[in-house]
């Protein structure tokens, strides 16, 4: 049924449009391949294209809650670091790429590139290759791993998955307390806790 990848779609937009890390959308797409025996191809485009979505409207509403939420000067540092980032061109697209393709949270990307101001289409290609392949990956495990659920069910409360949530956690902490002016420009590690408005 046409309704079923609809799902897929919707169900990996939201995991993919919300500013925390949340699962990787490929823990949305496997479930529901499974019960509903989707084809794995069709759950992986769609599946993608929603995730894509998802990330294209985040980075797009992130601007306005780091303008309303944190101080000038944490967004203008974010801004710097953006800015610092996109000049490395096609270096910049292969980091995406490769952290793309990592089974890591990719929110703290998109935060980064949101509040930085970078425009999705410096982020999005790159990102989606990497998600295209990752997923496909995942996609085709889960459909292997479908006779035994109760292993699924542990590897997502696994130490694997925690320490992923915890990684993007660690990341999104690293992007707003780092000061980035002084670690590139001055070569100096420092913490600020004063970013809130």
Not at 133 to 154: C, L, Q, R, W, Y
Request: glycine share 6%; net charge positive.
């Amino acid at each position: 049924m046409w309704w079923h990848y609809l799902l897929v779609f919707f169900g990996a937009f939201v995991f993919d449009v919300v500013p925390i890390p949340f699962p990787p959308a490929f823990s949305i797409m496997v479930p529901l391949q499974i019960m509903f025996k989707l084809n794995v191809w069709v759950v992986t485009i769609v599946g993608v294209a929603g995730s894509i979505l998802g990330r294209y409207v985040l980075t797009l509403y992130i601007p306005l809650l780091s303008d309303k939420f944190f101080n000038p000067e944490k967004n203008k540092e974010v801004q710097f670091l953006g800015k610092k980032l996109t000049e490395k061109g096609w270096k910049s697209q292969l980091i995406i790429l490769s952290y793309s393709l990592l089974p890591l949270p990719t929110t703290p990307l998109f935060l980064a590139g949101g509040m930085a101001r970078i425009k999705p289409v410096q982020i999005i290609p790159a990102f989606f290759i990497g998600k295209f392949i990752s997923d496909a990956i995942a996609v085709h495990f889960g459909k292997f791993a479908s006779e035994n659920v109760e292993d699924m069910i542990k590897a997502t409360l696994s130490w694997k998955s925690i320490a992923s949530l915890v990684l993007g956690l660690i990341l999104i902490c690293a992007l707003l307390f780092i000061d980035w002016f002084m670690l590139l420009e001055r070569k100096k590690f420092k913490l600020n806790f004063k970013i809130w408005k």
